[in-house]
């Protein structure tokens, strides 16, 4: 993108058919919706965007500077910043009928991996029917396309082992569930949910042992307290009522001072973890119920023990001091702290475990000095020459042993994600890095470099 005399290069670009707005809420601040993306010369950008480049969201019918020609787009729509929750983010958004006027007739085959495919459903329409649908357009265009050019039909490649399948994925699960390369951005993974969930039980389980075993500690305290309303006419049940009320308001309060603990330290965990997580998220009132149910069991089940405990003293037991004696030789009690120090010992291990294998990853030789290695994207801009011409520069440089040009980088997981005309004197016929939505088999097209 051309800023005044300046280049700024932009990694939130796409080419997007004008159904976006209809398929993805993705609100316009000014434009039209229906029209935005109808004219190929056309671009939506996002708030951030319009502020970044011209000081205002008013910006509709300005025009912009885009790719190495300094090509003019005019803004036809500006849409509000995607949320951070979103599986994409993009700032700038071309018709992809742009794309199109580029591209040869015999690029336009169904075996083209570059586009992803959204699909909006009907309410009440079924995974399995929409992906029966899907089959059969494979098997149709795709089936033909691929006998044509490979001489192998679909059915062939099943016979060998093979497979060429297009997979409907929920969109919600894509960034928890799904294993595929080239997502539009980096997923996570839900075993990291699973991982850390049953972390953060083993430790409120810890922390509940310690709760009983503290109030089963102070039991000969209390236990007066207990023969005296007995003897006042309470019964078991109001005892154990009443132990575990405190058990649960105890859990209330320290579920408050959890928050408030959490909300103070959430922008350093951000900062630490790399995270964009907001304070809004604890207050939500899916959460918060989920929160107070929690607070619920964990009452009850760290007052279990206690309030059964306690309410079950007889008052001639306590007088007779045989409570201190009964308590002493609690098995139960010696179970709770084998338990609590068996996670804990767990815990610990596993920590030294995960500690040991990340720093094996950090300091193993990988052949070569990482820190005196500099890679320098996107240089294809220069064209063939001026390629060249930098190489030859970086190597009179007395800092520098050797330099080199290359299109792939061996660490690069997405190696052969390159455009169909990716030469540097082709840039001008460059069609946009869009993948699959969800492939598990892909056929490579080899073209000369």
């Known amino acids: 993108m051309r800023k005044g005399s300046d280049h700024v290069l932009e990694h939130h670009f796409t080419f997007a058919d004008s159904t976006i707005f209809k398929v993805f809420t993705l609100p316009m601040i000014a434009g039209d919706p229906n029209t935005a993306l109808n004219n190929p010369h056309s671009i939506v950008i996002d708030e951030s965007a319009a502020r970044r480049y011209f000081n205002s969201t008013d910006v509709i019918g300005r025009t912009l500077e885009v790719g190495s020609n300094n090509t003019p787009v005019k803004i036809t729509g500006v849409i509000r910043d995607m949320p951070e929750q979103s599986q994409f983010h993009f700032s700038f958004i071309r018709p992809v009928i742009e794309v199109s006027t580029f591209n040869t007739p015999q ?6 991996s570059n586009y992803y495919t959204y699909i909006l459903v009907q309410p009440g329409t079924t995974r399995a029917e929409i992906q029966q649908d899907v089959d059969a357009v494979v098997n149709l265009h795709i089936g033909r396309a691929l006998q044509e050019m490979f001489h192998v039909s679909v059915a062939d490649l099943g016979k060998a082992g093979n497979h060429l ?5 929920p969109l919600i699960d ?3 569930h799904s294993n595929m390369s080239y997502e539009l951005e980096a997923n996570s ?3 990291f949910v699973y991982i850390f969930s049953v972390i953060a039980v083993l430790i409120l389980l810890i922390a509940c042992v310690n709760f ?3 109030s089963t500690a102070r039991s000969a305290n209390r236990a007066k307290e207990v023969g005296i309303r007995k003897v006042a006419g309470s019964t078991k049940g109001h005892l154990i009522i009443q132990f575990l009320t405190e058990s649960i308001l105890l859990s209330l309060f320290s579920l408050v001072l959890a928050f408030g603990i959490a909300v103070l330290l959430l922008p350093m965990f951000n900062q630490l973890a790399g995270k964009s997580l907001h304070p809004d998220v604890l207050f939500s009132g899916r959460f918060l119920l989920i929160l107070l149910l929690l607070v619920l069991v964990v009452g009850c089940l760290a007052g279990s ?3 059964f405990y306690l309410s079950s003293f007889q008052p001639i037991d306590v007088l007779k001091g045989k409570i201190a004696a009964g308590f002493k030789s609690s098995w139960l009690r010696s179970s709770l702290v084998v338990f609590q120090f068996f996670i804990s010992i767990g815990l610990i291990v596993s920590t030294l475990v995960i500690y040991r294998q990340l720093h094996y990853i950090r300091n193993k030789e990988v052949g070569f000095n990482r820190d005196q290695v500099l890679i320098l994207h996107d240089t294809w801009a220069l064209g063939r020459e001026g390629t060249t011409n930098l190489r030859k520069n970086l190597l009179t440089l007395a800092g520098v042993t050797d330099a080199t040009v290359t299109g792939d980088i061996p660490t690069d997981y997405a190696q052969g994600r390159r455009p169909l005309c990716s030469h540097p004197r082709h840039a001008d ?5 869009l993948r699959p939505r969800a492939i598990s088999y892909r056929l490579h097209r080899h073209h000369p470099q």
């Open 107 to 112: 690029d336009n085959d169904w075996l083209s």
């Open 189 to 191: 993974n839900i075993q």
């Open 212 to 214: 009983m075993n503290l």
């Open 165 to 169: 399948r297009y997979q409907i994925f």
């Open 429 to 433: 016929r460059q069609r946009p890095q």
């Open 174 to 176: 894509v960034h928890l």
């Open 305 to 307: 023990y206690p309030a």
